[in-house]
């Protein structure tokens, strides 16, 4: 049972950086695969990167490697998304999601999600 909170998001221009942050609830946290999600209008939810349970492993979507990195922080229950050179395609609702296996690109394999952040980059 994990509930989760973002916040971070907000308007920025194209090439600015915004970290985006994802509190849990309770003690399980470690053992949740944390991913995060973004949608924008008209699109399918897609997914963006993930972590293990332990922070060793990492995943993340070809148009944001080497810009975006997430990484968590279990003694404080979040995980991050620091996204750098943001550009307006980034533009979207963003989600952060557990699920208790391994790193997955699939939305409905996560069981948990919270309720968004939005990121907006104006060009």
């Known amino acids: 049972q994990v509930q989760l909170v973002e916040s971070g998001g907000g308007l920025v221009q194209a090439g600015g950086s915004l970290r985006l942050s994802c509190a849990a609830s309770?003690?399980?946290?470690?053992?949740?695969?944390m991913g995060w999600f973004r949608q924008a209008p008209g699109k399918e939810r897609e997914f963006v990167a993930g972590?293990?349970?332990?922070?060793?492993?990492?995943y993340y979507v070809d148009s944001v490697k080497g810009r975006f990195t997430i990484s968590r922080a279990n003694a404080k229950n979040t995980v991050y998304l620091q996204m750098n050179n943001l550009k307006p395609e980034d533009t979207a609702v963003y989600y952060c999601?557990?699920?208790?296996?391994?790193?997955?690109?699939?939305?409905?394999?996560?069981?948990?999600w919270g309720q968004g952040t939005q990121v907006t980059v104006s060009a």
């Open positions: 972590v293990s349970r332990i922070g060793s492993k990492t």
């Open positions: 999601a557990a699920n208790p296996d391994i790193i997955t690109t699939i939305p409905g394999e996560y069981n948990y």
């Open positions: 309770g003690r399980t946290f470690s053992s949740y695969t």
